[in-house]
């Protein structure tokens, strides 16, 4: 019995030698996990970032107003039929525009998460044609302009076609044709996934962030110029 209990005590104190090396060992990447940033700022610092930076956006086929050498981007993904977009559009881009697109400061990309209505996905592949001719902002300020309830027809394929046609300088045949063959279905897609991928499931949201795709910054809904203002300026500064 007492040699029993002995061996008990050894096979304690071997277990605990054992124990205490092992934490000496990993303390030393225990530590260096905890001082990682939060989850979404480690995004931001791997290669994961690629499909944010501008040089990819444009790429991929975005349409985009300012300097592709802005040191900034502001990504907006929106829906065609969404009114509380339309109210960013009305309200808040206009002083975006003014203050940082037309200085040089940033670079708007809109990107589409057509998630509204029936409508609203038929509307942003008809957008992408037109930015095919380069015609994407004269579209999109004509469809907020004409905006009405959700699938009431508005954007209905024919209407989509008419305002299409109301724009100067568009080729209807290379329009309707890239229309009819939903030849940009792809773009939309990967805008939908992108979107996805950064947790969006409503509109408007946006991120802003630099030209290289890092240091994202999440912002949702038709928050107020200031709001914009204060995260721009964060990353100008």
């Not at 040191?71 to 039929?81: A, E, G, K």
């Not at 008809?126 to 004269?138: E, I, L, P």
């Not at 076609?161 to 279905?185: E, R, T, V, W």
Request: one cysteine or more; a neutral charge.
């Amino acid at each position: 019995m007492k040699n029993n209990r002995i061996y008990v005590v050894m096979v304690m104190l071997i277990s605990v030698i054992i124990l205490t090396a092992l934490a000496s060992s990993f303390s030393p990447l225990l530590s260096s996990l905890q001082s990682y940033p939060k989850p979404f700022y480690v995004f931001a610092q791997i290669q994961e970032n690629d499909p944010l930076s501008l040089s990819n956006l444009i790429k991929q086929g975005a349409s985009y107003q300012g300097s592709t050498s802005a040191p900034v981007t502001l990504i907006d993904f929106s829906d065609l039929q969404c009114h509380l977009c339309n109210r960013f559009v009305k309200a808040t881009e206009p002083q975006i525009n003014s203050t940082y697109v037309q200085t040089g400061k940033v670079a708007f990309v809109y990107l589409h998460l057509p998630n509204r209505g029936f409508d609203s996905y038929p509307a942003a592949l008809a957008a992408v044609c037109t930015n095919d001719q380069g015609k994407f902002w004269q579209y999109h300020n004509l469809l907020y302009k004409n905006q009405g309830p959700i699938d009431s027809g508005w954007a209905s394929k024919d209407n989509l076609k008419k305002f299409a046609s109301q724009i100067p300088g568009l080729d209807m045949q290379k329009f309707n044709s890239c229309f009819d063959s939903q030849q940009h279905k792809p773009v939309v897609d990967s805008d939908v996934a992108l979107a996805h991928s950064l947790g969006f499931t409503q509109t408007p949201a946006f991120i802003i962030v630099k030209s290289d795709g890092s240091n994202p910054q999440k912002l949702e809904g038709p928050q107020p110029f200031p709001e914009f203002k204060f995260l721009i300026d964060k990353e100008l500064g």
